[in-house]
């Protein structure tokens, strides 16, 4: 992603909700296990949280949908012990992803399937469980005070995290992806899409993971991303390869190569700094096309300005120059308040720095 965001001020209660989580994989995946309320009260050791569990469960004598699918990973585990034991080793390890960004060793335990045993199948049984955490339970009543143990909300849902996470960065006027425009209010919350940086369809441990929601525009998640991952090989990738916001977002990293004159198409790729392709760079442009968005950005708002310079009937070269100037400055200190000011700001920069594409917009406003 491109800019740099702040963990929202919930986010040591959705940290306790990983907590519930592990308890309930714990539960699950050590058989045998007794899948009656007092069994749940022993396992987890905590009436409350164990109450309100089966109460998600189970819906007077019918077992609900989330809770069909506990009991569907309670029969797989019964059959094959072995998923059990490496569910839990995935959740012990990759739960802490948020913690390796400078970790050049560390890797998703999940995607990594032992030899033999263990398929990709075995593990899809847990995924409507663990999703459903997210889709049925986040995405509807929320997690009551007994889980996450705060006292600012009485049950967290994913609408709360969403307005948490746009007032604590209060200064971020646009989407941290695109550069776009900032999701609109509707109904005094902010209509963004919560994006799962890590698929909830690939990562389902993470479905519920406060390091792993990053709201972001529709655009970007919707039309673009999908369920794209952002590691695209496992076995040659780490999570260096990635640009995440938390703590390494890539507009510190990058810049944009332009080429081709204007009037005749402008092509965008995104590099690091050193003028180089890398891992990451290549995985940004793959999961949100950015350079192909940015390229038509450009193609559309370029027009706009070329005409706001002609209104201002400059009369020599020099104006044009200190007008791109200024229009630089201001738009490097808006950049992450107002929209596209990153982009139009290495706009900028490319017509100060290339003498023929200076020309070529003088000649453009009649100027020789």
Same mark, same amino acid.
């Given at each position: 992603?491109?800019h740099?965001?702040?963990?929202?001020?919930y986010?040591?209660?959705?940290?306790?909700?990983?907590?519930?989580?592990?308890n309930?994989?714990?539960?699950?995946?050590?058989p045998p296990?007794t899948?009656t309320l007092?069994?749940?009260?022993?396992?987890f050791?905590n009436?409350d949280?164990a109450?309100?569990?089966?109460?998600?469960?189970?819906?007077?004598?019918?077992?609900? #949908?989330?809770?069909? =699918?506990?009991?569907? $990973?309670?029969?797989h585990?019964?059959?094959?012990?072995?998923?059990?034991?490496?569910?839990?080793?995935?959740?012990?390890?990759?739960?802490d992803?948020?913690?390796?960004?400078?970790?050049?060793?560390?890797?998703?335990?999940?995607?990594?399937?032992?030899?033999?045993?263990i398929?990709?199948?075995d593990l #899809?049984?847990f995924?409507?469980?663990?999703v459903?955490l997210?889709?049925?339970?986040?995405?509807?009543?929320?997690?009551?005070?007994a889980?996450?143990q705060?006292?600012?909300?009485?049950?967290?849902?994913r609408a709360h995290w969403?307005?948490?996470f746009?007032?604590? +960065?209060t200064?971020?006027?646009?989407?941290?992806v695109?550069?776009?425009?900032?999701?609109?209010l509707?109904?005094?919350?902010? =209509?963004s899409?919560?994006?799962h940086?890590f698929?909830?369809e690939?990562?389902?441990?993470?479905?519920?993971?406060?390091?792993?929601l990053?709201?972001?525009c529709? &655009?970007?998640n919707?039309?673009?991303k999908?369920?794209?991952?952002?590691?695209n090989?496992?076995?040659?990738?780490?999570?260096?390869?990635t640009?995440?916001?938390y703590c390494?977002p890539?507009?510190?990293h990058?810049?944009?190569?332009?080429s081709?004159?204007?009037?005749?198409?402008?092509?965008? =790729?995104?590099?690091?700094?050193?003028g180089a392709?890398?891992?990451?760079t290549? +995985?940004?442009?793959?999961?949100?096309?950015l350079?192909?968005?940015? $390229?038509?950005?450009?193609?559309n708002?370029i027009?706009?300005?070329?005409?706001?310079?002609c209104s201002?009937?400059?009369t &020599?070269?020099?104006?044009?120059?200190?007008?791109?100037?200024?229009?630089l400055?201001?738009s #490097?200190?808006?950049?992450?308040?107002q929209e596209?000011?990153f982009?139009? =700001?290495?706009?900028?920069?490319?017509?100060?720095n290339?003498p023929q594409e200076?020309?070529?917009?003088?000649?453009?406003?009649?100027?020789?």
């Amino acid at each position: 992603m491109l800019h740099r965001v702040n963990p929202p001020q919930y986010t040591p209660l959705l940290m306790r909700v990983v907590e519930f989580e592990k308890n309930l994989l714990r539960w699950v995946c050590t058989p045998p296990v007794t899948f009656t309320l007092d069994g749940v009260k022993a396992a987890f050791g905590n009436d409350d949280q164990a109450e309100w569990l089966w109460e998600r469960i189970e819906r007077g004598e019918k077992k609900t #949908s989330f809770g069909k =699918a506990v009991q569907n $990973a309670i029969q797989h585990v019964q059959q094959h012990p072995a998923v059990g034991q490496w569910i839990l080793q995935c959740a012990q390890n990759d739960l802490d992803f948020y913690q390796h960004f400078t970790d050049s060793q560390f890797s998703f335990v999940e995607r990594r399937l032992p030899s033999g045993a263990i398929t990709a199948n075995d593990l #899809s049984v847990f995924n409507p469980m663990l999703v459903g955490l997210y889709e049925t339970i986040f995405g509807g009543s929320g997690f009551p005070v007994a889980i996450h143990q705060g006292s600012v909300v009485d049950n967290l849902t994913r609408a709360h995290w969403n307005e948490n996470f746009w007032a604590t +960065n209060t200064s971020l006027g646009v989407c941290p992806v695109c550069d776009g425009k900032k999701p609109d209010l509707v109904h005094r919350s902010r =209509a963004s899409d919560l994006d799962h940086f890590f698929p909830k369809e690939k990562y389902p441990l993470l479905s519920i993971h406060p390091y792993n929601l990053i709201p972001i525009c529709s &655009t970007c998640n919707s039309r673009a991303k999908g369920i794209k991952d952002p590691l695209n090989e496992h076995t040659a990738e780490t999570l260096l390869d990635t640009f995440y916001p938390y703590c390494c977002p890539a507009i510190d990293h990058i810049d944009l190569h332009i080429s081709k004159s204007i009037g005749k198409g402008i092509k965008i =790729a995104i590099q690091e700094h050193n003028g180089a392709s890398s891992k990451r760079t290549n +995985n940004l442009v793959r999961v949100f096309d950015l350079e192909t968005r940015w $390229a038509d950005w450009y193609e559309n708002y370029i027009g706009n300005r070329i005409e706001i310079m002609c209104s201002r009937l400059f009369t &020599t070269q020099d104006q044009v120059h200190e007008y791109l100037q200024n229009d630089l400055i201001d738009s #490097s200190i808006l950049q992450a308040k107002q929209e596209n000011c990153f982009v139009y =700001a290495k706009f900028l920069q490319h017509l100060l720095n290339d003498p023929q594409e200076f020309e070529d917009l003088c000649a453009s406003i009649g100027l020789k």
